[in-house]
């Protein structure tokens, strides 16, 4: 077997905490809210942003990978390259299995049991919800994945650099942060950002999120190539 | 196939001004034991950790089958690194190790591994965040001789096994050398327990090569001589004293070269005792840092 191979089936180890606990996260939101649909007047909708649970959970996962897989993987002779390799791909398919189950959901709350009689908006959101199946499909699996590779590229940086380096990190990027909040308003810029992004379609934003994902991916494999367990 | 399975060559490690290894040039040969023997923090599991490309060398260089072993699966596949400080994900129990263990190591005996199981007492089921320090050494003993990996190197496998299960380890590890040959190196305190298993012995002192040499010429390397004060300085006199002891008139002296037969004969007959001096008396002395230390080295 191909170690690549021999990571993902490593994964699959762990259906709990890649599959089953951020649905169990996001159906305990989801029949919170529908809970209190129920309790509201029929007129009124209730559109929640519970489904962000599930998007979130993947940043958590992608540092999880790092701090507990990475060096078990090491001990067992695995190449960074392969593990990396296997990290990606299986975040890739916990995404796309998120994505088409979100999106078949969706559909049954937007046109099968509309609202799921309660006037409750969980998984069929205004914005988000909007173009054709495909393009809804990747507006779900593109925020999925890249905040999985955030997730792991913060790993990766811990643990290549450590605490010090974190510590560092955070540091420079509140004060890089500050500082172009700042130019932002010298110069400016705040209008056309926010004219950037209502005109930022949830398809436009998925393209975009693809290649940040990728840059950052090549980030973390620079800094997973001189990781140590 | 070259027999040199380990060859280090000025290799060094450094964090900052410390060295944590120290120009160290050793050869590794096939399908034999080695034990690599020191005190804590000599260097030895910096070595293992590069051996396995865990870690980085700072110099200095490093062929493992004949290839740099970074990133390389050629040697990689060949390799199992059973360390003491091993972390597992926190959601996976013994028996999900054993099987991730399988899917990386091509010679892995999934029979042989629960048969192990078994004997040292760990319960397949039990997450491993749950396992005793005693019982989390044992799953690490399991995968490094259920790997049947060519290079299979054991750093401190038993911490918190008792001496029953330690005994075991000896007994299975000899049982499986014999049937699979393969290169194993034993890092380890107890090396009067160990001592049996080993053929060839490398000693690292504060990040340097003070030992390498084969365990059958090392047994003879030193002797120590007991009885009265005032004889035994008259015998060692000239000779590389390595340990003194004084009790009362009696003193007993250990020295680091092979005893002449002649030249015992002679002293038995003065009312001296000889007794050989065990390699874990031998290592104690050698890297006890005291003036013996140098004198002994030179």
Known sequence: ?229 | MSTKVVEAIHLSKSYGTVKAVDDVSLTIEANKIYGLLGRNGAGKTTIMHMITAQLFKTSGELRVFSEEPYENNNVLRQVCFIKESQKYPDAFRVNDVLASAALFFPNWDAGYALELLEEFRVPLKRRMKKLSRGMLSAVGIVIGLASRAPLTIFDEPYLGLDAVARSLFYDRLMEDYALYPRTVILSTHLIDEVSRLLEHIIVIDGGKLLLDEEADLLRGRAYTVTGPAAKVDSFVSGKKVIHEELLGGFKSASIYESLIASEQRKAESLGLDFAPVTIQQLIVYLTNNSKSRKEAVV
């Open chain 1, 1 to 229: 077997m191909h170690p690549v191979q021999g990571v993902v089936k490593m994964y699959m180890r762990e259906k709990m905490g890649w599959v089953l606990l951020p649905w169990i996260i996001l159906g305990s939101s989801f029949f919170i809210n529908l809970f209190i649909a129920a309790l509201m007047p029929m007129d009124e909708h209730l559109t929640t942003g519970g489904i962000a649970s599930i998007f979130v959970y993947m940043g958590v996962i992608g540092i999880l990978s790092m701090s507990q897989t990475f060096p078990f993987a090491l001990g067992l002779s695995v190449r960074r390259k392969d593990f990396f390799a296997g990290t990606i791909l299986m975040a890739v398919m916990v995404s796309l299995f998120t994505s088409i189950v979100l999106y078949l959901l969706s559909y049954i709350e937007g046109f099968g049991l509309v609202g799921w009689g309660v006037q409750l908006y969980f998984f069929h959101l205004p914005y988000l919800s909007e173009g054709n199946v495909a393009e809804q499909i990747l507006v779900f699996f593109s925020i999925s994945l890249c905040l999985f590779v955030t997730g792991f590229t913060i790993g990766c940086f811990f643990r290549r650099f450590g605490k010090i380096g974190m510590t560092t990190l955070a540091i420079v990027s509140i004060g890089g942060g500050t500082l172009l909040s700042y130019m932002a308003t010298y110069f400016d810029w705040w209008v056309t950002i926010g004219h950037y992004l209502a005109d930022l379609t949830a398809v436009n934003m998925a393209y975009t999120l693809l290649p940040i994902s990728v840059v950052l991916g090549f980030i973390a494999y620079l800094l997973l190539r001189r990781a140590t367990a």
